[in-house]
């Protein structure tokens, strides 16, 4: 069945510097969701990507999908301690189901 | 809409009791999933339903646990006996195509 692996699984950042996570598929994707998870929250959703080659921003967050359609990256520009939290890709192919990689947790230190 | 309601928001129980977890969708998200969340695994997608229908239940990890949806603003998972290692959180989620909205979680303890 579909995996999604992400990387790096935790990363710690002085408050400022960039952040990348980054996401790959063992199969070819229709779409690519992005969430964050604040410390004892639930999965809030961020983003859809659905084109190959997609980039999309928000504010200080750039997401891209691969031309292939099986990775895809959220990267942070200067990041601050609000930031704080887990980033889960998801993935989901012809079916319903969105597949979740482990995310990665970022610690951001004033 | 409130969002997705989750009920309860904590359950400790004892090893092989019953437990029963509650969930209400989004009103006319047709679409409603059961995560389980831990450190080790990560968030785990047990089972889903698309119109009230259970349309793929392998990720359930054993006959001891079980879903149903009877109708379009209800569903629960059930674990029966439970055992310390179905302690975790667990997540719903509903959609209508587009993004999950997911409820607060409720966290069992399996003593």
């Known amino acids: 069945g579909q995996q999604v692996m992400q990387i790096p699984q935790y990363q710690h950042v002085q408050e400022g510097e960039d952040f990348t996570t980054y996401c790959n598929s063992s199969?070819?994707?229709?779409?690519i969701q992005w969430y964050k998870q604040r410390p004892g929250g639930h999965p809030v959703f961020l983003i859809q990507?659905?084109?190959?080659?997609e980039v999309k921003k928000q504010k200080r967050l750039t997401f891209q999908f691969g031309e292939a359609k099986k990775n895809s990256s959220l990267h942070i520009t200067a990041t601050q301690t609000t930031d704080v939290g887990t980033y889960f890709c998801?993935?989901?192919?012809?079916?319903?189901?969105?597949?979740f990689g482990k995310g990665t947790s970022l610690l951001v230190t004033p | 809409d409130a969002g997705v309601i989750q009920s309860p928001r904590h359950e400790v129980t004892e090893m092989g009791q019953e437990v029963t977890l509650r969930c209400k969708p989004i009103?006319?998200?047709?679409?409603l999933f059961w995560y389980r969340q831990t450190m080790m695994r990560g968030l785990e997608l047990l089972i889903y339903?698309?119109?009230?229908?259970?349309?793929?239940d392998s990720g359930m990890p054993e006959d001891r646990f079980s879903a149903k949806m009877p109708n379009a603003s209800f569903s629960t998972l059930k674990i029966q006996p439970s055992e310390p290692r179905d302690s975790a959180v667990y997540f719903c989620?509903?959609?209508?195509?587009?993004?999950?909205?997911f409820g607060q979680g409720t966290r069992l303890t399996v003593v």
């Open positions: 998801a993935g989901q192919n012809s079916g319903y189901a969105l597949n």
């Open positions: 199969t070819t994707l229709s779409n």
């Open positions: 009103s006319g998200h047709n679409s």
């Open positions: 990507l659905v084109k190959s080659g």
């Open positions: 989620a509903s959609r209508t195509g587009g993004s999950a909205f």
């Open positions: 339903f698309n119109n009230n229908v259970p349309i793929d």
